[in-house]
DNA sequence: GATGCTCTTGGGAGCGCTCCCAGATGAGGC
DNA sequence: GCCTCATCTGGGAGCGCTCCCAAGAGCATC
């Protein structure tokens, strides 16, 4: 009676292990090995157990082997940034693209949160245990933030995207990925001198961030001084840093942005004020963004890798609960310098 | 022995619904339809299992109840877009972060899925039954994109955001949410038209989406003519379509780009063309991202409300899960105008 | 042929929960 | 006092899976 069917929805009951089994003509136990990778099961059974989830469909169910193992097989992304500034920028694209590329390899899931008010903070907090995730993947740069201890302190799997900054409890054992933004400065600063520049400015980033501080760092071994104004690494506040500096020092020859947004404000200042770029000013961002290929001249740009870093933070993250020592728990990757226009 | 602990780790094995109806005196019927609200239930019972759930901090097994319920509290939320571009654009961070914010008000939990080669969409395509989530939520513009079809085949809740394509099948059931397109590029041209502005150009988007077909649409039917050129929503093709326009009519005295980013890169052709905004031209974009405040001149823009769609979205979503017929299928969100600087 | 080993196997037990049925309780009507 | 009905309650059954134990099979050794 019963024609041709999708195999996917075989009357509403999907079929169970022990369905599979039967018809593999073994125990529910052998079966159970094949799917979960036993070596401890002849090629003979092997054959028959996995034609027969083959001819049946066979997909297990997640919650009964949940329920036995006691893992959730998810994984917490918490993107904790205050306002939605943040999120739009290409640096989180990128990781967040690098991590959901990463972990659609896997069996695990991926539980978004993106946290933004103090309140959004607390739930998620209250949510990040093991009952509900086997590990947290957490991008949050700020000092203040409470996330991270707490979910370490839980003994939960965690790996951060951006390095804590040093004052933060537990920094030394806080498993991370970041890029090398000591180095990024450095190389900046390096290339700008190289260009015969020497009133060479510093568009910095947020001082109560990791990446805010080493890149300013890096920065200034390289060229000293202290013509530098602080921003929060958003474009507006790129611009006002520009103003500042440039009433400052009108006669600049470089600047060093801290972040592309923050170089693309400092370029519309610029203009504005009637230098030409790079002839008079040589501006030099941090990012790499695709975006900075379309500004007016191209923006040369230090690239930090963020769908590198996705990746490597669910590889990390992965070693972690796999129990597997032979991880590193820290990784920082490489940054190079992006020549476009702008310097 | 034991000093004070975090109750949410007390000596590794969680109390149990039978923990609970053991402390309160009463039987785990009675308990769990204190858990899950019955109504059937005597005040003095709900007072006891509601105090030994707060004392033992009874947390309810989802593996255990997924399990039984044959539901996974699970909803999925697909960006499927080619290439990274857009995920970084302002659009999707809104609707992202309005997603998140209404499913945090729930129990459901929000399986992110970022499908950008064709692998991983046969992957998503593949992960997306009622074994792995209740229901989906979609961000995919493209008539091509067979997910959504697919998705509706199965029977699992969807909502789209993003009016489907007239041309895609289906087309009329299709749950989804959606600005009013067609009246914000009415409103745009419109207000160009009282602003006296006479030779109005258009930078549309892409004519493969919903989105680039209505507010040309809306455009058109107060302005008519053919003063238009296509982009696909991103800066670049922005300033191609302008550098386009301007040849076809130096004489232009506005332009309306139908996205922020569209408008950036007019804004920046037309500056190197010597035109002054608005004086000499003015501009409307179509978005009204953060962004554009802090652009010279900052630009004034159809606003959608990207983060209330996103909790449309969600709610639509929860609407289906619940069988309420009540819920409508299809919302479109209003735009407004949002004067800057620009026009 | 008995013994000891390894490799493989089947299936009982039980994870924590909800569903549902049968029973207890109490109020109300005869 | 007895019956009926509605309300509330306890606990058995069972969801689909993995874990683990005991036992069978096959082989080499004594």
Same mark, same amino acid.
């Given at each position: /009676?019963?024609?041709?069917?999708?195999? &996917?929805?075989?009357?509403?009951?999907?079929?169970?292990?022990?369905? %599979?089994?039967?018809?593999?003509?073994?125990?529910?136990?052998?079966?159970?090995?094949?799917?979960?990778?036993?070596?401890?099961?002849?090629?003979?059974?092997?054959?028959?157990?996995?034609?027969? @989830?083959?001819?049946? !469909?066979?997909?297990?169910?997640?919650?009964?082997?949940?329920?036995?193992?006691?893992?959730?097989?998810?994984?917490?992304?918490?993107?904790?940034?205050?306002?939605?500034?943040?999120? &739009?920028?290409?640096?989180?694209?990128? @990781?967040?693209?690098? @991590?959901?590329?990463?972990?659609?390899?896997?069996?695990?899931?991926?539980?978004?949160?993106?946290? &933004?008010? &103090?309140?959004?903070?607390?739930?998620? +907090?209250?949510?990040?245990?093991?009952?509900?995730?086997? !590990?947290?993947?957490?991008?949050?740069?700020?000092?203040?933030?409470?996330?991270?201890?707490?979910?370490?302190?839980?003994?939960?799997?965690?790996?951060?995207?951006?390095?804590?900054?040093?004052?933060?409890?537990? %920094?030394?054992?806080?498993?991370?990925?970041?890029?090398?933004?000591?180095?990024? +400065?450095?190389?900046?600063?390096?290339?700008?001198?190289?260009?015969?520049?020497?009133?060479?400015?510093?568009?910095? +980033?947020?001082?109560?961030?990791?990446?805010?501080?080493?890149?300013?760092?890096?920065?200034?071994?390289?060229?000293?001084?202290?013509?530098?104004?602080?921003?929060?690494?958003?474009?507006?506040?790129?611009?006002?840093? /520009?103003?500042?500096?440039?009433?400052?020092?009108?006669?600049?020859?470089?600047?060093?942005?801290?972040?592309?947004?923050?170089?693309? +404000?400092?370029?519309?200042?610029?203009?504005?004020?009637?230098?030409?770029?790079?002839?008079?000013?040589?501006?030099?961002?941090?990012?790499?963004?695709?975006?900075?290929?379309?500004?007016?001249?191209?923006?040369?740009?230090?690239?930090?890798?963020?769908?590198?870093?996705?990746?490597?933070?669910?590889?990390?993250?992965?070693?972690?609960?796999?129990?597997?020592?032979?991880?590193?728990?820290?990784? @920082?990757?490489?940054?190079?310098?992006?020549?476009? !226009?702008?310097?």
């Amino acid at each position: /009676m019963s024609r041709l069917r999708d195999t &996917s929805d075989m009357n509403d009951s999907r079929p169970t292990i022990e369905t %599979v089994a039967a018809r593999a003509g073994v125990g529910r136990g052998t079966a159970s090995r094949v799917v979960n990778g036993s070596s401890q099961v002849s090629p003979a059974a092997r054959a028959a157990v996995l034609k027969a @989830i083959d001819e049946l !469909g066979y997909v297990p169910n997640r919650a009964a082997r949940n329920l036995v193992t006691r893992r959730t097989d998810c994984v917490a992304l918490v993107i904790s940034e205050p306002g939605d500034r943040l999120f &739009s920028e290409p640096y989180f694209a990128g @990781i967040v693209r690098g @991590i959901s590329s990463a972990m659609a390899q896997t069996q695990l899931q991926l539980w978004l949160s993106m946290v &933004s008010s &103090s309140s959004e903070r607390e739930r998620t +907090g209250r949510f990040l245990t093991r009952e509900h995730v086997d !590990g947290v993947l957490m991008l949050s740069q700020h000092a203040d933030d409470p996330l991270p201890a707490q979910v370490r302190a839980r003994g939960l799997p965690l790996v951060l995207c951006g390095q804590p900054l040093a004052a933060s409890p537990d %920094v030394g054992e806080m498993p991370f990925v970041d890029a090398d933004n000591a180095t990024g +400065g450095r190389q900046a600063a390096q290339y700008l001198l190289e260009l015969g520049r020497r009133r060479i400015a510093c568009v910095a +980033g947020p001082q109560d961030m990791a990446a805010g501080v080493a890149r300013l760092e890096g920065f200034r071994e390289v060229v000293g001084g202290d013509l530098v104004e602080y921003g929060d690494f958003s474009e507006e506040s790129g611009a006002k840093a /520009m103003t500042a500096l440039l009433e400052r020092e009108p006669e600049l020859d470089a600047v060093f942005a801290a972040s592309d947004p923050m170089a693309f +404000g400092a370029m519309r200042v610029l203009k504005a004020a009637g230098r030409r770029i790079p002839e008079d000013v040589a501006v030099v961002g941090f990012d790499g963004s695709p975006g900075g290929r379309h500004t007016d001249p191209p923006l040369t740009s230090v690239f930090q890798p963020t769908e590198e870093m996705g990746r490597e933070m669910t590889r990390l993250l992965l070693g972690q609960l796999a129990g597997d020592q032979a991880t590193e728990s820290q990784v @920082i990757l490489e940054t190079r310098l992006e020549l476009r !226009g702008s310097a």
